[in-house]
């Protein structure tokens, strides 16, 4: 009786501590707050980043968690941003967080549409259909030129205040604020989704879609809600970058941005759910300084870097890192405990 | 009135026919066996049964209610479950995780995205509970990718029996199970509790004489006798086609 009651201790507890913040996710949010104060003269290329984390995020849930392999993430990125710039341009709705909300909304309603879509079929089937839902819309508004300014890109957007209260100063000091909250507020949210009961079934389906639908999974049900999230996320980045420019081109469709953000989350891995965001500081910050090096010919390392990466993940190319990532949070777990360990022990001493 | 039941369930792949009026009636409580040689259609009929495949022809009731249109996890919730020939598992998920999942799965809250998993306490209390029925306990915390694989296997049955199911559907649970984990198996199937009705498809005759209280035995994806152990035992009709096949090889 004793070793059920163990063992019941044993689930409990188990089940009570998996999904708490470890101290190294604590150390990593720290430092992407201090950043607002530790680097104020680049907060242009914080913001990018901040953007393109929470873009690369959104590509993990489905793919890192779901298995969902997309090339058309710029579908809701391009979709999002332009409803908010016209939203904006128009005075349909001014204040930021509002529109914010509203454009994750209204991206999440295309993903809720076009996820049946990616219901059927297998990586390539889903690749191909992804990227021709984004080509699609963007040529949509490569068409109609006279509502999304085409070429040119969408003129004289204005966008009031954050709250009413924070300009977009000339700095980027409140742009980057704002972004650092949002994908932080968005992170909470994806970080909740995962450890749920709901997040361990679509690691089921991901690792079997038979066996899945066996224990009485609707297979079919997750993938839609998690593909309708993701087109939130993938909407809410698309509207920052109109936000904090006060402009929308065709380029938020570009198959680059799809292409460019797999890039990003297979840097960083998937399935863990940092792998975007480090991925973003990652390719952000060296595309920055490689192309002060070599402004045209940039995208040679990031190709060399893709290659290596391959060499060393094979099969697994989402998890290449998972042995650097284990060695870092044991080390950073011998170091924490030790420092409690100090910690515990000097009140007797003292 | 039999708990699960077929009529007339016939299957064709193009010209092939794997199952053909197959008319199968399984008693409230029964531990019932399906025997047949390789290739009659055994692992066919419980695809049918648990919708992974339609049928071409034919109807299944389950408690009385016609299932034949239904998802396979639709089928899980009426409380039928499978557990499968070659282990179909999540590889990356530990046994807890995996329990977990479908118990969180089978009260409901398996859709849950604001809830962390083992929030609920009687969701805690069932995994723990078939954690130790089904001796999982010591690697529970293991991904199952390197569990040693009787303890797949064992881990395989525990995720049917997380459904809760009324019917559970073995198929060839001992299958590939090295004889030292064999006998911790068998004595796990042999204490699944009474009032769950299980159907046994194995190739193992010890295994099925030992356990079936009614057999049925499947040839060319027909239903060719059923009935107690001993009469099977005896049927010359059956020697012929499989005992006997069986006794050569």
Request: hydrophobic content about 50%; proline content about 4%; charged content about 15%.
């Amino acid at each position: 009786m004793t070793a059920v009651a163990a063992l019941s201790e044993d689930v409990s507890t188990y089940l009570a501590r998996r999904a708490r913040w470890s101290p190294l996710e604590i150390a990593f949010w720290v430092f992407a707050f201090a950043t607002i104060w530790l680097f104020p003269g680049k907060y242009l290329i914080l913001k990018d980043t901040a953007i393109l984390a929470l873009f690369a995020l959104s590509l993990d849930l489905i793919l890192g968690f779901a298995g969902i392999l997309s090339l058309g993430q710029a579908a809701f990125f391009g979709f999002a941003g332009y409803f908010t710039g016209l939203a904006a341009k128009y005075g349909v709705i001014n204040e930021p967080v509002v529109a914010l909300v509203l454009a994750g909304v209204v991206a999440a309603t295309l993903g809720f549409v076009t996820s049946f879509l990616v219901l059927r079929g297998s990586d390539l089937t889903r690749l191909m259909v992804t990227l021709g839902v984004s080509l699609m819309l963007g040529e949509v508004a490569n068409r109609y030129s006279d509502i999304t300014g085409g070429a040119d890109g969408l003129q004289g957007v204005t966008i009031a205040p954050i709250l009413g209260v924070f300009r977009f100063d000339l700095y980027g000091h409140n742009g980057y604020v704002y972004c650092l909250i949002v994908l932080f507020v968005c992170f909470v949210i994806a970080r909740r989704i995962v450890y749920s009961p709901f997040g361990l079934s679509l690691r089921a389906v991901k690792g079997n879609s038979l066996r899945a639908s066996a224990v009485g999974i609707p297979v079919n049900g997750r993938l839609v809600a998690i593909y309708t999230v993701s087109a939130a996320f993938a909407g809410m980045a698309g509207a920052l970058l109109t936000q904090t420019t006060a402009f929308c081109s065709l380029d938020v469709f570009s198959i680059d941005r799809s292409a460019d953000l797999l890039l990003v989350l297979i840097i960083g891995g998937t399935g863990y759910l940092y792998g975007g965001l480090i991925g973003a500081v990652i390719y952000r910050f060296m595309q920055d300084y490689i192309s002060t090096l070599t402004p045209q010919y940039w995208q040679f390392w990031i190709g060399l870097m893709l290659v290596g990466i391959v060499l060393v993940g094979r099969e697994r190319i989402g998890g290449w890192n998972e042995a650097l990532r284990a060695a870092i949070s044991r080390f950073f777990a011998r170091f924490v405990s030790r420092s409690a360990t100090l910690g515990a022990a000097a009140p007797d001493g003292g | 009135m039999p708990i699960l039941e077929t009529i007339g369930l016939e299957k064709r792949f193009g010209g092939i026919v794997a199952a053909q009026n197959v008319n199968l009636a399984i008693e409230q409580g029964a531990r019932h066996a399906l025997i047949g040689p390789n290739g009659a259609g055994k692992t066919t009929v419980v695809n049918l049964l648990t919708g992974v495949l339609k049928p071409t022809a034919g109807r299944i009731v389950l408690e009385g209610r016609d299932i034949t249109a239904l998802e396979p996890h639709q089928r899980v919730r009426l409380g039928m479950a499978r557990t499968f020939q070659i282990n179909q598992l999540f590889l990356d998920l530990t046994p807890l995780e995996t329990i977990g999942l479908a118990v969180s799965e089978r009260v409901g809250s398996g859709g849950d995205w604001w809830r962390l998993v083992g929030s609920k306490a009687a969701v805690t209390d069932e995994i723990v509970e078939i954690v130790e029925r089904f001796r999982l306990a010591d690697v529970m915390h293991e991904r199952t990718a390197i569990l040693p694989y009787g303890k797949q296997r064992l881990l395989e049955i525990a995720l049917a029996f997380a459904c809760r199911p009324r019917v559970l559907l073995l198929d060839e649970p001992a299958a590939g199970v090295p004889e030292a984990e064999r006998q911790e198996l068998l004595a796990t199937i042999a204490a699944l509790p009474a009032d769950v009705t299980v159907l046994l498809i194995e190739h193992d005759m010890d295994l099925v004489f030992s356990f079936a209280d009614c057999i049925s035995v499947l040839v060319n994806g027909s239903l060719f006798v059923d009935g107690p152990p001993e009469d099977i035992a005896r049927d010359p009709r059956v020697k012929a086609v499989y005992l006997g096949e069986e006794l050569d090889a």
